[in-house]
């Protein structure tokens, strides 16, 4: 009976040592996560206005070759366009399967990337005649789509970023996204910024930075009241909000709209 209550003993403090060794180890997740500097409040100035046609419920935005191109959601109202930026009006277009509802839109190579969202399909076209030179199948939702250059970059909603090979659309690896306060979802339109990934957080007025090699968020863009200072509304409650993500290296300005919304800005961060 000895030997059994001594090998009880022993089993209950190895028991509790492992549970400290866990409890330690947790605590040391959570430093680490705790470590991760507060995102920076990222100023902006918005320095000229363009009209946007509100029929486009806004999923892409690019700025390639000093042409903006944009893509559109909604099943039966999904385009890519080419668009003049000055009178907001479509000056190439194609519409998709009816059936599908677009999504994020990049362009890489001289290919244009489209994104559908619970459909598994992406498209490829040609960038200068939209004819669809090719499609991959995506086992996620599509939301948002950028390059660094050599792999594309995309969202699907949660709180990853996933990169995939351009050329097979095998995926490649996956980072995820966090703050000082833990994972951040609902990474939606996205654009490559001078070696940051920029996201649109669906449904917020926010834009966050983050650095894709560690997916840590390191600034924040709060686009609050933007288009009620220009005198303009929409209806939020309609998900109307905030999406679209263009980048001018030329200018050093970003792009931005939203789902149908009348306006699209041309901003600079400070």
């Known amino acids: ?52 046609d509100t029929s486009s419920y ?34 190439h277009s194609i519409s998709i399967d009816p059936s599908l509802f677009g999504e994020g839109i990049t362009m890489l ?16 076209y040609d960038a200068k005649t939209f004819k669809k030179i090719k499609e991959f199948r995506w086992d996620h ?18 709180s990853n970023l996933y990169f995939v090979d351009p050329q097979t659309f095998k995926l490649l690896r996956i980072v995820g996204v966090s703050d000082n306060n833990g994972p951040v979802g609902d990474l939606n339109e996205l654009e490559f910024i001078n070696g940051s990934v920029f996201a649109n957080i669906y449904t917020t007025d926010y834009i966050v930075r983050i650095d894709p090699s560690t997916g840590h968020i ?39 709209t939203g789902k149908k919304w009348p306006l699209l800005y041309e901003m600079k961060l400070n």
């Open 141 to 158: 939702e599509g939301w948002g789509i950028t390059h660094n250059g050599k792999e594309l970059i995309i969202s699907t909603g949660d």
């Open 218 to 256: 390191t600034g924040k863009i709060d686009l609050s009241g933007l288009l009620e200072k220009s005198g303009k509304h929409v209806n939020k409650e309609g998900n109307l909000v905030l999406n679209g993500i263009a980048y001018d290296s030329a200018k050093n300005s970003i792009y931005i």
């Open 109 to 124: 190579n001289n290919k244009i990337y489209e994104l559908t969202w619970q459909n598994n399909v992406v498209f490829v």
């Open 1 to 52: 009976m000895k030997q059994i209550l001594s090998f009880a003993i022993i089993a209950i403090l190895f028991a509790a040592c492992k549970n400290r060794d866990a409890d330690n180890n947790d605590s040391t997740t959570g430093t680490t996560l705790n470590t991760i500097a507060p995102p920076a409040n990222l100023n902006y100035n918005i320095v000229a206005s363009y009209p946007h």
């Open 58 to 91: 806004t999923q892409g935005l690019i700025w390639q070759n000093n042409t903006l191109y944009e893509s559109t959601g909604l099943e039966g109202e999904s385009r890519l366009m080419k668009v003049d930026i000055k009178s907001g009006k479509a000056e």
